[in-house]
Antibody, heavy 118, light 107 residues
């Protein structure tokens, strides 16, 4: 069974930094691209970032490019999201997602809440 | 970037009704579309992937159709557990954008 367990969320002041982690199990981590998706209260989900299976290609939404960095440690089956220069509008639940492929659907973690407030 | 337009934004229906939700892409996404159901406080749950493939464990009253730019999610006979918010998402090319959602409520 695919399991994705996010951690690292919390309360941070505007301008601050936070690093999210996602521990993956139940599948061959090195075979799949991974993504972060966020959802602000009462809003639709927003795709944030993705990384290729080997970690050599990264992709970002315009609203986080230059502030957030996605990475993965395939030896630890763990995905990361380093978030810098945080803004109030970054407040959301952040989900770790095993990205869909041509033959399989996506899998989602339960999310971790990030609150940016003074 | 590909934009996803989903409608209606709200929908009221009764148990047993047949309902349809539509998602339109700003350019062709082939069949790279997923539908999700979300309930308050929970992560989105995959219902349909690749436009028409039913996710394992999802009731057969849910179905998806379409290709290119126009897609539909149909619930053939609404059950009480189906009252929730539904989203579409394309995965043709990054960024994988979502529709704005359809909140399905009880009439």
């Amino acid at each position: 069974e695919v399991q994705l367990l996010e951690s690292g969320g919390g309360l941070v002041q505007p301008g601050g930094s936070l690093r999210l982690s996602c521990a993956a199990s139940g599948f061959t981590f090195t075979s799949y691209a991974m993504s972060w998706v966020r959802q602000a209260p009462g809003k639709a989900p927003e795709w944030v970032s993705a990384v290729s299976n080997r970690g050599d290609d990264t992709y970002y939404a315009d609203f986080v490019r230059g502030r957030f960095a996605i990475s993965r440690d395939n030896s630890r089956n763990t995905l990361y999201l380093q978030m810098n220069s945080l803004r109030a509008e970054d407040t959301a639940v952040y989900y770790c997602v095993k990205t869909a492929t041509v033959t399989t659907s996506s899998n989602w973690g339960q999310g971790t809440l990030v609150t940016v407030s003074s | 970037d590909i934009q996803m337009t989903q409608f209606p934004s709200t929908l009221s229906a009764s148990v047993g009704d047949r309902v349809t939700i539509t998602c339109r892409a700003s350019q062709s996404i082939s069949s790279w579309l997923a539908w999700y159901q979300q309930k308050p406080g929970k992560a989105p749950k995959v219902l349909i992937y690749k436009a028409s493939s039913l996710e394992s464990g999802v009731p057969s009253r849910f179905s998806g159709s379409g290709s290119g730019t126009e897609f539909t999610l149909t619930i053939s006979s609404l059950q009480p557990d189906d009252f929730a918010t539904y989203y579409c998402q394309h995965y043709n090319s990054y960024p994988y954008t979502f529709g704005q959602g359809t909140k399905l409520g009880i009439k």
